[in-house]
């Protein structure tokens, strides 16, 4: 809380650091040295330049350009498709969040599918950034929760609790990365350099919600399963060998559309919007319902709501 009663979001400013920053700038800079030398001897190609370039947020809006045009030109050699890569700020004012009324959700599974085909997740080993868990009808016992239940749903006597990225206010995951790949943005959106990050999956252990997903294999889809709708810091096809996570559909929600899971759900249990608008829905259900987070006693502050309607 700041001296006038108002939260702040903890992120991540600009400010010089020590340590491993430190430590990570110098590498950059021999790194941009070695870039330098490849190029004169005649080497240059859009992987080196990819592989010497410097974190996102060291990015001019020109070497963002030159970035997403060198990836919109890799989607259709490599894949046949022609992806449009946006890069859209956070916009000032907006803090996200979520709300899901577990009474309405029906375990159905369409968010997790819908999330899967928004989000060019991997089929194969299959990656999805929700997970739906089946429990008894008034337990949150979430070590007894079924993961792969099947047949018609609801059940008798269950309910379902889709579970994914909190976008914590205070995110284990940002702290535990040695390399600064992954960074709290100013509307609340936990995001990953997919290019800086080099899989140690420090913060997939940090994560107290499973809701970290490392990349074990190439990028294996079909033209046709391709979303070519993509964000720099989103959806694009990932690398093998990197962290991934749910953005809140950054590439849709910044440009004032729902997320897909929510555009989704069949039964309407799933609401978002923006905290600080107070005629937002989720900022009403804040208000006027009992909600309660996963695991608050960890201090993680997730904008993830959950509440009975």
């Not at 007894?144 to 579970?163: I, L, W």
Request: charged share 25%.
């Amino acid at each position: 809380m700041s001296d006038d009663g108002k939260r702040r979001l903890p992120v991540i400013g600009d400010e010089p650091q020590t340590g491993r920053r430190t430590f990570m700038n110098a590498f950059a800079t021999a790194a941009g040295a070695v870039a330098a030398g490849v190029a004169t001897a005649g080497c240059d190609t859009p992987e080196i330049a990819d592989l010497f370039r410097q974190h996102y947020r060291r990015l001019t809006d020109e070497d963002k350009r030159e970035l997403i045009a060198r990836l919109e030109a890799l989607s259709l050699q490599e894949h046949g498709v022609r992806a449009h890569i946006s890069d859209p700020p956070p916009v000032p004012g907006v803090e996200f969040a979520y709300a899901l009324d577990l009474s309405t959700c029906t375990g159905c599974r369409q968010c997790e599918y819908a999330c899967a085909a928004e989000n060019n997740t991997p089929r194969d080993p299959e990656m999805h950034y929700i997970r739906v868990l089946e429990l008894e009808r008034g337990s949150f016992d979430l070590e007894e929760a079924e993961h792969d239940y099947e047949g018609t749903v609801p059940r008798e006597g269950k309910m379902y609790m889709p579970v994914s990225c909190m976008q914590c206010a205070d995110p284990p995951c940002v702290s535990a990365c040695p390399v600064d790949a992954t960074w709290q943005e100013a509307d609340g959106i936990v995001v990953i350099d997919y290019d800086w990050c080099i899989g140690c999956r420090y913060c997939q252990a940090a994560c107290p919600y499973q809701a970290r997903h490392f990349n074990f294999s190439e990028p294996n889809l079909r033209p046709s399963d391709i979303n070519p709708d993509q964000g720099l810091l989103s959806n694009r096809v990932r690398p093998r060998g990197v962290m991934e996570k749910c953005h809140f559909c950054l590439h849709r929600t910044r440009r004032g559309l729902l997320p897909a899971c929510q555009e989704a759900c069949p039964v309407g249990a799933r609401k978002f919007g923006n905290l600080n608008d107070p005629t937002s829905e989720v900022r009403f259900i804040l208000e006027t319902q009992q909600v309660y987070v996963l695991k608050e006693e960890l201090g993680t502050l997730p904008r993830f709501f959950y509440y009975f309607g």
